[in-house]
């Protein structure tokens, strides 16, 4: 799985060229991705890099991959990613490792979004995995009550689990908030709860990311698949 992470990591490095600001998602296919990317800038390409993540900071750091903020440039060419599920219209259910919120803040900055993933990601609807819902600490009784009836209006249901982390305690994003994860199961109109999401006080982001990604690279056993949004 790691080989084809790394297949759609390289693919999606085809469309990255010399002067391009970037976009740079997190988790284990991205971090393929600012990998390769390290080793095209030591070999003397310029690109600049707003990281979606503390890790992902660390990585391009280590890297060598010049880095800059979403206060210090206006728009980016390019923010390569990956996603926990992605459908034909290429709607994604993101934040399996905690970092939506600066991860969609970054796409919603950027021209286009590439989505690397292996092809296990790929589903006619989404919901198999787990909802991740970032929330405001205060309140969080109150929110996961208008969470559900969110669910209720958009036809879903399921259990809500508040993420904890390896160490048993409450997983804290970079961010400083909390995530609720929202066993669903199957999302019939991912437009229509991402916008009644939007509209709870407590939720911060959620990881409904619905318009934002342009083209998939999706690495198989057969090879590689690439849609665009159409
Ligand atoms: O949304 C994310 C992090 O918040 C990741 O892109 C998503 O969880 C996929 O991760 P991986 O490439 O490790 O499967």
Redesign the pocket.
């Given at each position: 799985m790691d080989g084809l992470?790394r297949q759609a990591a390289a693919r999606a490095l085809e469309h990255v060229q010399d002067g391009m600001k970037l976009g740079l998602?997190?988790?284990?296919?991205?971090k393929h991705f600012v990998e390769l990317l390290g080793e095209r800038v030591a070999g003397g390409m310029k690109v600049i890099g707003v990281p979606t993540s503390e890790a992902t900071r660390a990585q391009a750091e280590a890297c060598k991959i010049p880095l800059t903020t979403l206060d210090e440039v206006d728009r980016l060419d390019l923010t390569v990613?990956?996603?926990?599920e992605l459908d034909p219209a290429l709607n994604l259910i993101?934040?399996?490792?905690?970092?939506?919120l600066r991860?969609k803040i970054v796409a919603a900055a950027s021209d286009r979004m590439i989505v690397i993933?292996d092809d296990t990601k790929w589903v006619d609807v989404l919901g198999r995995f787990p909802l991740p819902v970032e929330v405001i600490p205060f309140g969080l009784a109150a929110t996961q009550r208008a969470m559900a009836a969110a669910f209720a209006q958009s036809g879903v249901s399921g259990q809500m689990g508040l993420r904890k982390g390896k160490d048993g305690h409450v997983f804290v994003t970079d961010g400083g908030h909390w995530i609720v994860d929202a066993h669903l199961g199957r999302i019939a109109d991912a437009p229509r709860l991402a916008g009644q999401l939007s509209l709870i006080p407590g939720v911060v982001e959620h990881g409904l990311f619905i318009g934002l990604a342009s083209t998939a690279v999706l690495a198989g056993a057969q090879g590689i698949r690439v849609v665009e949004r159409r």
């Open positions: 992470k998602g997190t988790g284990s296919t991205a990613d990956g996603a926990d993101k934040g399996g490792g905690g970092a939506l991860e993933a």
